[in-house]
């Protein structure tokens, strides 16, 4: 999940090398905290947060194949 939200996230923003993913895991869950640059902030979530929902989609149908949950946070 983490090179998956982590290859989506460089390929929006234009400081690709300022993004950063951690990963936090146990038993069902897994939490995913999304760091980019401050600039970088609007292309990751979008108008309206569209494109930060449709991470969220992507990234909870690639965790429905392992049986796990996700949730993805976007920080500054």
Do not use: C, F, W
């Not at 609007?42 to 690639?62: C, D, F």
């Amino acid at each position: 999940m983490k090179e998956l939200l982590e290859y989506i996230a460089k390929s929006l923003v234009d400081n690709p090398q300022d993004v950063v993913v951690n990963e936090q895991e146990n038993e069902h869950n897994v939490i995913l905290e999304l760091k980019v640059a401050s600039e970088d902030m609007g292309k990751v979530i979008g108008k309206q947060g569209k494109i930060a929902k449709s991470i969220r989609i992507i990234t909870k149908a690639a965790a429905g194949k392992e049986g796990k949950r996700i949730l993805v946070e976007i920080q500054n």
